[in-house]
């Protein structure tokens, strides 16, 4: 049975993409069998995948959520992982799905390939609506990713209490695996202050926070635009190795497991 893990936060630019891109290609880099979902109908793990993904596009994870597409057929076999893509089509769901269970559609599109992974990472979109929701539903861990600011440590607040209604209502199994500190400038003299401001927020609302933080770093955007893998391409950027500490972390907090 895949773990399942979803990368969110309700703020855009905090790196929910870029994490779940890092994690995908490092966790397979480690022997994992991995399916990103893309969940965000911006759709922009799909292109750093090296997925073209067409608005015309009729094998995306909405075709499967609508029962238009098997999940099998849907997947799209890339070089290092399998991808489900999307696209805007994505955003139409709340609309299309207005009664009881609509928070379960991604959960129960997932669950024929659930044996096949040994991990699904799921990206969303920048809300806690409907698509965050069924990716809560879905997940046994959430990662968060924060920007080394204040706002971005205020958002973790509505972000708990969208988990704890979800924890009531449709997934009473969801754990926070961490809050990530991202996008960190040691020569600013504020992110010793944010580190602090984080651990205290985090710990006030029962989240733990990683202790790995990830740094500034170009080759992240880089990688991502040309559609490369990070890990192989980045390797001189350090925060490409604090990606690769984090799923050291993953392991050692027992979120990811290895085989054997
Ligand atoms: N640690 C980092 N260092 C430098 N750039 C980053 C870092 N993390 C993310 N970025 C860049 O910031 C932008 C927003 O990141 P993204 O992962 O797309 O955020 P989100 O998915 O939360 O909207 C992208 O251009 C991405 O490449
Ligand atoms: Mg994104």
Do not use: W
Request: charged letters at 20%.
């Amino acid at each position: 049975m895949a773990n399942v893990i979803c990368v969110s936060n309700q703020k855009g630019g905090v790196g929910k993409t870029t994490t779940s891109n890092a994690l995908t290609m490092g966790l397979s880099a480690r022997g994992l069998r991995v399916l990103c979902v893309d969940f965000d109908p911006q759709g922009n793990l799909s292109f750093s995948m090296g997925v073209v993904c067409h608005n015309d596009s009729t094998d995306t994870i909405y075709h499967v959520i609508k029962k238009e597409r098997r999940i099998a057929d849907a997947v799209r076999h890339q070089e290092f992982c399998d991808v489900l893509t999307c696209n805007v089509l994505l955003k139409t769901l709340d609309l299309e799905f207005t009664g009881a269970g609509r928070e379960y559609l991604l959960k129960q599109a997932l669950a024929p390939v659930q044996n096949q992974y040994d991990i699904i990472l799921i990206d969303t979109p920048p809300d806690l609506g409907l698509l965050t929701i069924n990716a809560f539903t879905a997940s046994d861990y959430i990662v968060i990713p924060v920007l080394c600011d204040t706002y971005s440590l205020q958002g973790l607040i509505q972000i708990n209490d969208t988990l704890r209604q979800v924890r009531l209502r449709s997934n009473p199994r969801i754990q926070v695996a961490g809050v990530l500190l991202n996008r960190f400038n040691p020569r600013e003299t504020v992110s010793g202050v944010v580190r602090q401001t984080a651990q205290s927020i985090a710990q006030s609302l029962g989240m733990p926070l990683f202790d790995t933080i990830i740094h500034s770093g170009v080759g992240l955007t880089r990688a991502q635009i040309q559609q490369e893998n990070m890990m192989l391409t980045e390797t001189d950027s350090r925060a490409v190795s604090d990606y690769r500490a984090l799923i050291d972390e993953l392991i050692r907090r027992g979120v990811v497991r290895l085989h054997g």
